[in-house]
Structure formats: C-alpha cells, structure tokens
T-cell receptor, first 116, second 112 residues
Framework: AQSVTQLDSHVSVSEGTPVLLRCNYSSSYSPSLFWYVQHPNKGLQLLLK??????LVKGINGFEAEFKKSETSFHLTKPSAHMSDAAEYFCVVRAYGGGGGNKLTFGTGTQLKVEL | DSGVTQTPKHLITATGQRVTLRCSPRSGDLSVYWYQQSLDQGLQFLIQYYNGEERAKGNILERFSAQQFPDLHSELNLSSLELGDSALYFCASSQDGANEQFFGPGTRLTVL
C-alpha cells in the first residue's frame, strides 16, 4: 500500500525567507506524487505533480519539489515566502487499483504560517 | 476556479436524517471522486466513479452511497446521519482514471 508522511504539522517562516515542507513516501512501486494547497475556506488546488519524468518538478507560484528515490522523499520548497503562501499543504500519493481505480492518499497536512 | 461545482455549500441537519450532496465535474471529465475531510480523520478517499460505473472504493460507510448519472454529475447520499459525519465533503474530477484530479470547493456538513 502507498502512504505519505508529512514530517511537520506546522511550519513558520518570515516573509522573504525560504520554505521547506517535508514529505516522505512509501510505495511498493514507482509512485505518482503530488502537492496540493488548501487556503482557508477554499478547496484544494494542485501545486505540482511527479509522474516519473524529471525528478525536479516545478509548480505554480514559485514552488518546486524534488523526488529522491534513495531517501523516499518529495519535499516542497520555495526560495522566498510570500504572505499569500499561508495555507495548509498536503503531500499526496496516487494508488492505482484493479479495474482502473485511481485514489489519492493524503498526508496529514502541514500548516504554513508566514510572518512579516 | 477548478471548474468542479458542488452544491450546497453548507448543510445543517439533525442526527438520523438523510442528505444528498451534488457534484458537477469539469467539462469533459469522465471520472468523479468523493473525499471526506474531518479533524480527526484528515482527508480520506471515499469512492470513485468513471463514466457511470463504480471504479474504486475507499473508507466509505455502508450508510453512504453514491452514483454518477448519464450527464456525468454525481450525488453522494448520506443516511442515518451521526454527529461524527460532520465534515467537509469534496468532489474531484479527472479526464480519465489516470490524470490529475481537480477539486471542487466542498460541501460543509454539520450534523446537530
């Protein structure tokens, strides 16, 4: 079975400083991995996805993530945080089931706080 | 705006009641997914439909059921509601069973 572990439930950074949100995955085969963001009282928005092409994946709003098989990690980074980045971030792994089933398994989320 | 719509936005009801949540997928998407987000369980996959047929099942209770109609919209039916069913219910859609999923804004269900 596939799973993801988000190592920090809360991360606080100052505006203009780098962001690092950590995620480790567990998968019996090459996984498809995603990062989603959820702003307060909003739905989930896809930030970026890894599907076995380039290991460094660029997403929206300046975010990127690097797939490291040797470390089973898929950490999300951004060089410079902006106040609008304050939100909850979810690391997600996709599992393919028999018969064409396709479900996402979410991590527990990391709440990012950006301070002035 | 993802293009996935969900109604209603909020729903308040009492224990023992039955409710129906509705989802319209993005234009052209054949797959619809339902997820539940609660404080104690986090975000959990409930069920997937593809072009009207059930494709995958997650942690969906027997009191819950879903269907996808010929026009591809989907409904999630929750019956014999309990306090613990209070949660945010998300619908997502994708072009087929393999592509990325786009999420709707959710329906917040409160069971009193």
């Amino acid at each position: 079975a596939q799973s993801v572990t988000q190592l920090d439930s809360h991360v606080s950074v100052s505006e203009g400083t780098p962001v690092l949100l950590r995620c480790n995955y567990s998968s019996s085969y090459s996984p498809s991995l995603f990062w989603y963001v959820q702003h307060p009282n909003k739905g989930l928005q896809l930030l970026l996805k890894y599907t076995s092409a380039a290991t460094l994946v660029k997403g929206i709003n300046g975010f990127e993530a690097e797939f490291k098989k040797s470390e089973t990690s898929f950490h999300l980074t951004k060089p410079s945080a902006h106040m609008s980045d304050a939100a909850e971030y979810f690391c997600v792994v996709r599992a393919y089931g028999g018969g064409g089933g396709n479900k996402l398994t979410f991590g527990t989320g990391t709440q990012l706080k950006v301070e002035l | 705006d993802s293009g996935v719509t969900q109604t209603p936005k909020h729903l308040i009801t009492a224990t023992g009641q039955r409710v129906t949540l509705r989802c319209s997928p993005r234009s052209g998407d054949l797959s619809v997914y339902w997820y539940q987000q609660s404080l104690d369980q986090g975000l959990q996959f409930l069920i997937q439909y593809y072009n009207g047929e059930e494709r995958a099942k997650g942690n969906i209770l027997e009191r819950f059921s879903a269907q996808q109609f010929p026009d591809l919209h989907s409904e999630l039916n929750l019956s014999s509601l309990e306090l613990g069913d209070s949660a945010l219910y998300f619908c997502a859609s994708s072009q087929d069973g393999a592509n990325e999923q786009f999420f709707g804004p959710g329906t917040r269900l409160t069971v009193l």
